[in-house]
């Protein structure tokens, strides 16, 4: 009986540290250690004993996430060790607007196959071409800002 106490005392303390340890490994250790202390009642007292051994583990096992994930988070305790601040930013800052660029003329700066560098305006730009295929120099039209790149056609098509 004190072996099983003992071990359902580590597997609760166990379960406790996982609130605080990150990684889940404390978790899992005290789930296999509850688990253990019911293999073991099964083996010491039978099928009632290892019942109430597996229904006392399952309830620990309960109540323990339920203070960890409902109770704990309303605590000062609990809202110290969450993080909620968000970031209100981008990583990457705005092609170009797309009042700026659209219906601009535009110099292929590198072969556009389907993708690659224009010039507008001066500005360098990474762009798409929906014609699928561009050479260097070629004159082009900004039809469309992506969110990473300009959208361009050719604007005089050689045609053969």
Known sequence: MTTLALLFLIGTLLLTAEIFLPGGIAGVAGAVVLLVGSVLAFNQYGLIGGVWASVSGLG???LMLYVELVLLPKTKLGRSLVVNATVDSTSQPPIARAE???DQPAVALTT???SGFVQV???RFEA???????AKGAD???VGVDNFRLIVIVSNPISS
């Open 60 to 62: 620990l096992l309960g």
């Open 100 to 102: 700026d660029v659209v």
């Open 112 to 114: 556009l196959a389907p």
């Open 121 to 123: 305006a001066g500005r």
């Open 128 to 134: 798409f071409c929906r014609s699928g295929y561009a």
């Open 140 to 142: 082009l039209r900004v």
